[in-house]
């Protein structure tokens, strides 16, 4: 087995810019960026760079993917790479730990799946991936009424009061964030092409406050950015206990058609 495997990072369209910026770029372990052309249309190529092996290997990958500060290494180089082609060109953004045998697999992979590629990229053009997460925050709500003076409640009928209390707080903050929600569902059918659903974070990728209940992200023309943006920030406006955060923009992930080569490379080695 050869000691270095091809990762690849994203299928954009030739130009002399892109090579350009390709040769400046550092990749997953520090490794140098260059472009995989197809064999014998070079409009479209693969940017890739060289990693080793071992890491790559299926038993080792899995192990790695265990590794909070190894997947975090890759993730950011990942995203790097993307981000900085991204910036003068339509992307189309591979799975984290695509890797090929060689060049040569990696050229054959780009020429079975040519057309695909470029109808993708010609979607993709001009458009750029926002995320929207909505976070509900009971705590911030509005506290429930003080008891009335002259108010005498046993123990056990002041807590049931209470958890009562308690409970309306939390099922009107929900309501808001569906009504946020619905806004920012109508605004995505005003300004996106596309939406697509992500599983909501939970524990450490949460965040430290409140807690995760929408996690989408919107493909959106550049001409709208500004105004989808905008727009999405003030959903929540007047609704107590509801936060929503906008991320982006960035490269069209959540649209790239990862499975596009789930047949032709798994995570890891190829066999």
């Known amino acids: 087995m050869n000691d270095l495997v091809t990762y690849a990072y994203a299928v954009a369209r030739a130009d002399d810019m892109l090579h350009v910026r390709a040769a400046v770029l550092k990749g997953v372990a520090d490794s140098p960026v260059h472009l995989v052309p197809g064999s014998h249309d070079d409009t479209l190529v693969l940017v890739v760079s060289h990693v080793p092996a071992q890491d790559f290997q299926e038993d080792a990958l899995k192990l790695h993917l265990e590794d909070l500060d190894w997947l975090e ?16 060109t339509t992307v189309l953004p591979l ?8 060049d040569t697999r990696a050229r054959d992979v780009l020429d079975a799946r040519r057309a695909l590629f ?7 053009a001009e458009h750029v991936e926002w ?52 806004t920012i569902e109508a605004l995505g059918r005003r300004y996106a092409v596309e939406r697509a659903r992500h599983r909501v974070q939970q524990g450490v ?19 709208h950015c500004e105004k989808f943006r905008s727009e999405v920030l003030h959903a929540a406006d007047g609704l107590r206990g509801v936060r929503i955060e906008v991320t982006g923009p960035w490269a069209p992930y959540s649209f790239a058609m ?12 190829e066999p």
């Open 95 to 102: 799975r984290l730990a695509t890797v090929y045998l060689d």
């Open 205 to 223: 990728l949460a965040g430290p406050v409140g807690e995760n209940v929408v996690n989408d992200a919107y493909l959106v023309p550049r001409e």
């Open 258 to 269: 990862p499975s596009v080569v789930a047949d032709d490379a798994a995570a890891g080695t």
């Open 131 to 182: 995320g929207v997460k909505i976070h509900v925050e009971p705590s911030s709500a509005p506290a429930a009424p003080a008891p009335q003076r002259g108010e005498a409640l046993s123990p056990g009928r002041a807590y049931l009061r209470d958890r009562r209390q308690q409970q309306s707080v939390r099922d009107s903050v929900y309501q808001d964030a569906r009504q946020a929600a619905e």
């Open 118 to 124: 470029a109808e993708r990229l010609a979607h993709l």
């Open 73 to 88: 290494a890759v993730a950011r180089a990942h995203h790097g790479v993307i981000e900085a082609m991204a910036v003068h």
